[in-house]
């Protein structure tokens, strides 16, 4: 079961040849664009991918952007049956302006410098979020919470997949946490700042270090400094795991032997080619949910997971990652198979 707010990804691309007449600003010819699945649709899609059966419990709004979400997942036999409907507020929805950047330079040179680093960062020339960050309704809130509590002794783990957008608050976070406790169902949290530190009794917690830091209010400047982060919230929230993501860096996993005694392993970055990083936290924490339920250790979980990740940033957008290519990165990356398909 994954639970979180789904949103609807949207990419434009095309070129810049041009400045504006009426302002500094790059001229975007646009030349196509592109729908995909976001946030926990895009977990969903993850799992799918990998073989994986999904129960998406969610939230959008009455309008085109949530039947064009619906749709999608429909198409990859995700179901939709618990993704509620709240006429109160939008489909949360990113869209992405995508630019060729050898036509960009050029245009940019004709600016000062400090424009170069305000209009061109990379491939993306743009980001423009439609979205609601209110909680949603009272009566919404109970019909989640209701679909959640009544099927999750069918499932084999549960994934929270929050994003700050509303659909999950610390009341669905305890109530799912104590009864999943009563089925010995693993809890997997992608958690974001505002309900970081609700998470607590969940099995593990997958944040990058940005979110990590900014959850204890400190900055991770070293290895000593998010190794004390680490312990922290894997105390403070009675975690038996957490996996800190760190970018280039790699991951970090924190973990107490049976004597109580903590237990880091620093997982080296796994990528051949960085060219977009949107959405490998997703992917990392739906592969890592699919290794434990499979009974794979954590050490285990975390190295398929480093290398979906490695995977999925070589790909433009929020993309998955297919068994065959996990099979053959951990060929390529861990010298042995670690995976078999099915």
């Not at 089925?183 to 990590?212: S, W």
């Not at 050490?299 to 053959?328: D, H, Q, Y």
């Amino acid at each position: 079961m994954v639970i979180g707010d789904v949103i609807l990804d949207e990419y434009v691309w095309g070129e810049v040849n041009r400045i504006s007449p009426e302002a500094p600003v790059p001229v975007f010819e646009m030349l196509g664009e592109r729908i995909g699945c976001g946030g926990a649709a895009n977990v969903a899609q993850n799992i799918v991918s990998l073989g994986g059966n999904v129960v998406l419990v969610s939230v959008i709004g009455k309008d085109s952007d949530g039947e064009k979400l619906l749709h999608l997942l429909n198409t990859l036999d995700i179901r939709t049956t618990d993704i509620n409907i709240d006429i109160q507020r939008p489909t949360s929805k990113k869209t992405r302006v995508i630019v060729n950047p050898n036509t960009v330079e050029a245009s940019l040179s004709e600016l000062d410098s400090s424009d170069d680093q305000i209009l061109h960062q990379g491939h993306h020339l743009l980001r423009i979020d439609r979205e609601s960050k209110q909680d949603i309704a009272a009566k919404l809130k109970e019909r989640l919470l209701h679909v959640t509590l009544s099927q999750i002794g069918e499932c084999d783990a549960i994934v929270f997949a929050d994003y700050d957008k509303g659909v999950v608050d610390q009341e669905l976070i305890q109530k799912v946490v104590l009864n999943a406790k009563s089925y010995n169902i693993p809890i997997i949290v992608d958690p974001k700042r505002n309900n970081f530190l609700h998470y607590k009794g969940a099995t593990v917690l997958t944040p990058n270090y940005k979110e990590a830091a900014a959850a204890l209010q400190e900055e991770i400047t070293d290895v000593s400094h998010l190794i004390s982060v680490g312990e922290k919230i894997l105390d403070q929230l009675s975690l038996p795991t957490l996996l800190i993501t760190r970018e280039e860096q790699g991951m970090s996993l924190f973990q107490r032997d049976s004597n109580g005694n903590l237990q880091v392993d620093h997982l080296p970055p796994i990528s051949q080619e960085v060219i977009d990083v949107t959405g490998a936290g997703d992917t990392v924490v739906a592969v890592f949910s699919l290794a434990i339920t499979a009974n794979a250790d954590n050490r285990s979980a975390a190295e398929l997971s480093s290398l979906a990740g490695g995977i999925v940033v070589g790909k433009m957008g929020c993309s998955t990652v297919t068994p065959e290519e996990l099979l053959t990165a951990s060929r390529d990356f861990l010298g042995t198979p670690t995976l078999e398909t099915h």
